[in-house]
């Protein structure tokens, strides 16, 4: 693999030729392709690695003078230097977006954004679009004819946990992703720390496996004290997580950010913690007052868990029904019906038309109806939601009071005013019974009753 190629090497690897859908997240794909740009641009010696940041060292060469994106990247960090992980982030959707229309002007991809919220890749050349990826299996399956490029591709795809998409089951890879490296900056690092000695004939990097396994030997370096496990970022997540539960969600917006940026970190983007602390940030976002950050991430949380766990999982069913109140409460009925009709099927099958989960969404899909204008059909709903909560929770269980009180309100929009005012005082007395007289659902109950 010529490092010139390496950019578009990975980014065809982490694309379904067919589907066209990415096998990992979209920060995972992100951070590849920044990891394998840098990388490149280091083996061409127009980065390095100075105490830990990047700095631009040189011109381009003759090889790489047609190299806009090179140009571009070398000139932000020439521009402001900061550590490799800042560029991570910084240059991902603009590597990303050259990259891509790069291999669509090439002829090897095409853009297929038809119903889709994001684009999809799918080959146009499928010969060409599978290059790398037969390339770098070959290489996997031979490990001493890895030249340095195909050696950097596979470690940033590693770093990702793209392995499983490279010849399953292969020994080498499999002991690689024992210790998988901490990032595609693990990989920058380590290559800029590796000596690049070309070989006679081929250009063949003797040390090519270094550079995977360098990345490895760094984050084993780091001090384990450095790095909480898994059981120490959860305990931080319930605690921030508690801080949005009792209305301080700008407390808990920093650190969930700092849970968040360590799970994704450690354990990787598909990980259920990870996806489920991305999750609860962006409520906290979004209960802090702060919908700009909050939806974008709540739409990229459900992507990522449905395409990591699978549609009917429920953390992608909890994302799900997070995202149709949030479309609820910004007055997008219509689309939050679409959210919800999923979760409350699913639901209801899996787990019971009474259990509390079910019982949530169903409500929320009633007052869904009710706001895009047809409290008939609204009503009709939460009759039913109301006589399984009944029967499965009880009068005074909170659901239960929550749908009474829904219904109650939904009636009075139908003209049906004296069967509302029923409604009302039942919740009102329920509530006061099950969830005691000081509990907040109670006095807002109490007054919407007139003195």
């Given at each position: 693999?010529k490092?010139?190629?390496?950019?578009?090497?990975?980014?065809?690897?982490l694309?379904?030729?067919?589907?066209?859908?990415?096998?990992?997240?979209?920060?995972a794909?992100?951070?590849?392709?920044?990891?394998?740009?840098l990388?490149?641009?280091?083996?061409?010696?127009?980065?390095?690695?100075?105490?830990?940041?990047?700095v631009?060292?040189?011109?381009?060469?003759?090889?790489?003078?047609d190299?806009?994106?090179?140009?571009?990247?070398?000139?932000?960090?020439?521009?402001?230097?900061?550590?490799?992980?800042?560029?991570?982030?910084?240059?991902?959707?603009?590597?990303?977006?050259?990259?891509?229309?790069?291999?669509?002007?090439?002829?090897?991809?095409?853009?297929?954004?038809?119903?889709?919220?994001?684009?999809?890749?799918?080959?146009?050349?499928?010969v060409?679009?599978a290059?790398?990826?037969?390339?770098?299996?070959?290489?996997?399956?031979?490990?001493?004819?890895?030249?340095?490029?195909?050696?950097?591709?596979?470690?940033?795809?590693?770093?990702?946990?793209?392995g499983g998409?490279l010849?399953?089951?292969?020994?080498?890879v499999?002991?690689?992703?024992?210790?998988?490296?901490?990032?595609?900056?693990?990989?920058?690092?380590?290559?800029?720390?590796?000596?690049?000695?070309?070989?006679?004939?081929?250009?063949?990097?003797?040390g090519?496996?270094?550079?995977?396994?360098?990345?490895?030997?760094?984050?084993?370096?780091?001090?384990?004290?450095?790095r909480?496990?898994?059981?120490?970022?959860?305990?931080?997540?319930?605690?921030?997580?508690?801080?949005v539960?009792?209305?301080?969600?700008?407390?808990?917006?920093?650190?969930?950010?700092?849970?968040?940026?360590?799970?994704?970190?450690?354990?990787?983007?598909?990980?259920?913690?990870?996806?489920?602390?991305?999750?609860?940030?962006a409520?906290?976002?979004?209960?802090?007052?702060?919908?700009?950050?909050?939806?974008?991430?709540?739409?990229?949380?459900?992507?990522?868990r449905?395409w990591?766990?699978?549609?009917?999982?429920?953390?992608?069913?909890t994302?799900?029904?997070?995202?149709?109140?949030?479309h609820?409460?910004?007055?997008?009925?219509?689309?939050?019906?679409?959210?919800?009709?999923?979760?409350?099927?699913?639901?209801t099958?899996?787990l019971?038309?009474?259990?509390?989960?079910?019982l949530?969404s169903r409500?929320?899909?009633?007052?869904?109806?009710?706001?895009?204008?047809d409290?008939?059909a609204?009503?009709?709903?939460?009759?039913?939601?109301?006589?399984?909560a009944l029967?499965e929770?009880?009068?005074?269980?909170?659901?239960?009071?929550?749908?009474?009180?829904?219904?109650?309100?939904?009636?009075?929009?139908?003209?049906?005013?004296?069967?509302?005012?029923?409604?009302?005082d039942?919740?009102?007395?329920?509530?006061?019974?099950?969830?005691?007289?000081?509990d907040?659902?109670?006095?807002a109950l109490?007054?919407?009753?007139?003195?």
């Amino acid at each position: 693999m010529k490092y010139t190629h390496l950019v578009t090497g990975v980014f065809t690897v982490l694309h379904d030729p067919v589907t066209g859908r990415a096998v990992a997240g979209h920060r995972a794909v992100r951070a590849a392709l920044v990891g394998a740009q840098l990388a490149g641009l280091v083996i061409a010696g127009r980065l390095a690695v100075e105490d830990g940041r990047m700095v631009a060292t040189g011109p381009p060469d003759d090889e790489h003078r047609d190299d806009p994106t090179g140009d571009l990247v070398v000139a932000a960090v020439d521009g402001a230097p900061h550590d490799i992980r800042y560029w991570g982030t910084a240059l991902g959707d603009t590597v990303y977006d050259r990259t891509a229309q790069a291999l669509v002007d090439a002829g090897v991809l095409r853009r297929d954004a038809a119903r889709l919220r994001a684009p999809r890749w799918p080959a146009a050349d499928p010969v060409r679009a599978a290059r790398a990826r037969l390339e770098i299996e070959q290489r996997v399956a031979d490990p001493v004819s890895f030249d340095l490029p195909g050696a950097v591709a596979l470690a940033c795809l590693l770093a990702v946990g793209a392995g499983g998409e490279l010849a399953p089951g292969s020994g080498f890879v499999d002991e690689l992703v024992a210790e998988l490296p901490t990032g595609p900056a693990a990989v920058v690092t380590a290559l800029a720390e590796v000596p690049v000695r070309p070989m006679p004939g081929g250009g063949r990097f003797a040390g090519s496996r270094l550079v995977v396994e360098a990345a490895v030997l760094q984050r084993r370096a780091d001090a384990p004290a450095a790095r909480p496990g898994r059981a120490a970022l959860r305990a931080r997540h319930d605690a921030a997580a508690a801080l949005v539960g009792v209305g301080r969600a700008g407390e808990a917006v920093p650190l969930l950010e700092e849970v968040v940026a360590e799970a994704v970190h450690d354990l990787g983007p598909a990980d259920p913690d990870a996806l489920t602390a991305e999750g609860n940030l962006a409520v906290a976002y979004l209960a802090a007052g702060r919908p700009a950050s909050g939806v974008p991430l709540l739409v990229e949380v459900l992507e990522e868990r449905e395409w990591s766990l699978g549609a009917d999982h429920p953390l992608s069913l909890t994302a799900r029904d997070v995202l149709a109140s949030v479309h609820r409460s910004a007055g997008r009925p219509a689309e939050a019906l679409a959210h919800y009709g999923p979760v409350v099927e699913h639901r209801t099958r899996v787990l019971g038309p009474g259990h509390p989960d079910t019982l949530v969404s169903r409500l929320g899909a009633g007052l869904a109806l009710a706001d895009d204008g047809d409290p008939r059909a609204a009503v009709a709903v939460l009759t039913d939601a109301l006589r399984d909560a009944l029967a499965e929770q009880g009068p005074g269980h909170r659901c239960t009071v929550a749908i009474r009180g829904a219904l109650a309100g939904c009636l009075d929009l139908a003209g049906r005013p004296v069967e509302a005012r029923t409604e009302y005082d039942r919740a009102a007395r329920d509530a006061a019974t099950g969830l005691g007289p000081a509990d907040p659902d109670t006095a807002a109950l109490r007054a919407v009753l007139p003195r």
